[in-house]
C-alpha cells in the first residue's frame, strides 16, 4: 500500500464530513429520521409517509452545486466508466441499497453514529466489496 | 420550520459532500483502490461526520418526538439477514465500478455532465426493479 500524499486533502475532507455530520444532526432533531440518501429516494419515489419532508431534504442536496457555484468554481468531478460501467454500477446501487435498506450515508455515518449492528455489518460488506471490486477490475482485468 | 430544517439539511449534506471531494467518482475509486496509489481523504470524511453526529443522533434514541415536534423515526430492525447482507455486497460492487453512491450521485446531478445522468436513470431503474420484485413476493 502507498498513499497518494499529493492527492490526500484530510482537511477539506474532515470539514466537508462535518457539515454531512451537521446535517444528519439537523435532519434527526429536526425532523425525526435518518439521512440516508438511498433510503429517502426509495420512499418519495414509492410515495411513503412524510414525503413532503424528505423530497424537500433531496431537492437541498440536488440544489447544493448551484448555491456553491455562486460563491466558486466546482470542484473536479471525473468519471471513469465508460456508458456500459454507469449503466451496470447504477442498477447495482439501485438493487442494493433498497435490499441492503441503506448506503453510505445511512449505514456508514448514521448507522455507524447510532452504533447499530446491522448499519455496522452493511458498511463492513458493501466497503469491502467496493475494494474487491476496484482491486479486480484495475488490477486483474487491468481495466 | 420542519420544511426549512429538511431544505436545509439537505442543502449542507450536499455542500459537505463537495468540498469533502466525494462528489468525484476518480476520488472515491483512488480511496477504493487499496493496492494502486492510495488516497486515504473518504475515511475522513467518515470519521469527520460521525464524530458530529454521534452525539445528537444518541441523543435522538432517548426521545419520541423531534425538537420539531415530529415523530422520532429511528430503524428499529437488528436481525443480520440475507438481505442487509447481500443488498449491501450488490451495493459496494457497484460503488467499486464507478466510485457513485446515492448522495453524490444526486449532489452532482445538475451540475451538467451526462455520465451522471445515465448512472441516475440506472439507478432508479435497480431501485424499480427492487420495487417489482418486492410486490411480485408479496402477492
Given at each position: 500500500m502507498t498513499i497518494d500524499w499529493l492527492n490526500f486533502t484530510p482537511w477539506p475532507a474532515l470539514a466537508g464530513g462535518a457539515l454531512i455530520g451537521l446535517a444528519a444532526s439537523l435532519f434527526v432533531l429536526g425532523n425525526g429520521r435518518i439521512a440516508g440518501i438511498s433510503g429517502l429516494l426509495g420512499s418519495v419515489l414509492e410515495g411513503g409517509e412524510g414525503r413532503g419532508e424528505k423530497a424537500l431534504f433531496l431537492l437541498g442536496l440536488l440544489l447544493a452545486p448551484l448555491l456553491w457555484g455562486l460563491f466558486a468554481a466546482l470542484p473536479t468531478i471525473e468519471f471513469q466508466s465508460d456508458w456500459l460501467g454507469l449503466v451496470l454500477a447504477g442498477l447495482l446501487v439501485g438493487i442494493g441499497t433498497r435490499y441492503g435498506a441503506g448506503c453510505t450515508s445511512g449505514h456508514g455515518v448514521c448507522g455507524i453514529s447510532r452504533l447499530s449492528p446491522r448499519s455496522l455489518v452493511a458498511t463492513l460488506v458493501f466497503m469491502a466489496a467496493g475494494f474487491a471490486t476496484v482491486y479486480i477490475v484495475r488490477h486483474l482485468l487491468g481495466g | 420550520m420542519r420544511r426549512l430544517s429538511a431544505f436545509l439539511a439537505g442543502l449542507i449534506f450536499g455542500i459537505g459532500l463537495l468540498l469533502a471531494g466525494m462528489a468525484n467518482p476518480a476520488k472515491v475509486l483512488a480511496f477504493l483502490?487499496?493496492?494502486?496509489?492510495?488516497?486515504?481523504s473518504l475515511a475522513l470524511v467518515m470519521a469527520g461526520a460521525i464524530a458530529v453526529a454521534a452525539g445528537p443522533l444518541n441523543w435522538a434514541r432517548t426521545r419520541t418526538t423531534s425538537l420539531l415536534g415530529a415523530p422520532m423515526q429511528l430503524p428499529v430492525k437488528r436481525e443480520l439477514d440475507r438481505r442487509l447482507i447481500g443488498g449491501s455486497l450488490l451495493f459496494g460492487i457497484g460503488w467499486g465500478i464507478a466510485g457513485i453512491c446515492p448522495g453524490p450521485a444526486l449532489a452532482i446531478l445538475l451540475t451538467g455532465h451526462w455520465q451522471i445522468i445515465v448512472f441516475m436513470l440506472a439507478l432508479l431503474t435497480g431501485m424499480g426493479l427492487f420495487r417489482a420484485l418486492e410486490s411480485r413476493r408479496a402477492l
Open positions: - | 483502490d487499496l493496492a494502486g496509489a492510495w488516497d486515504p
